[in-house]
């Protein structure tokens, strides 16, 4: 099993930074892809971003291309979501998740553990 904490969210304004930490215990990630996802009140959760185990490969929603950067440090088992020029349109909740089995994982049912997340707020 591998647990997910996700930290570092909070309230910024727009145009503003965060950095966003998953801490993962109970197993080594270096063999899983990462991913991050979001969900806004009454929206489905969706995908925002993911790196694979392998080569580290990076992929992106359209929506946050070349404003995030994902990236994984597997010697401390963390995977971070570097998030800047954000916009109210980021405001959502912040979920990190781990993908045993697929890669690349992009889609929430090619993950099979998930954090509790951590809510991001953009003020306009």
């Known amino acids: 099993q591998v647990q997910l904490v996700e930290s570092g969210g909070g309230l910024v304004q727009a145009g503003g930074s965060l950095r966003l930490s998953c801490a993962a215990s109970g197993r080594t990630i270096r063999r899983y892809d990462m991913g991050w996802f979001r969900q806004a009140p009454g929206k489905e959760r969706e995908f925002v971003a993911a790196?694979?185990?392998?080569?580290?490969?990076?992929y992106y929603a359209d929506s946050v291309k070349g404003r995030f950067t994902i990236s994984r440090d597997d010697a401390k088992n963390t995977v971070y979501l570097q998030m800047d020029n954000l916009n109210f349109e980021d405001t959502a909740v912040y979920y990190c998740?781990?993908?045993?089995?697929?890669?690349?994982?992009?889609?929430?049912?090619?993950?099979?553990?998930w954090g509790q997340g951590t809510q991001v707020t953009v003020s306009s």
């Open positions: 790196i694979t185990w392998r080569s580290s490969n990076q």
């Open positions: 998740a781990a993908s045993s089995y697929l890669s690349p994982a992009l889609s929430v049912l090619d993950y099979d553990y």
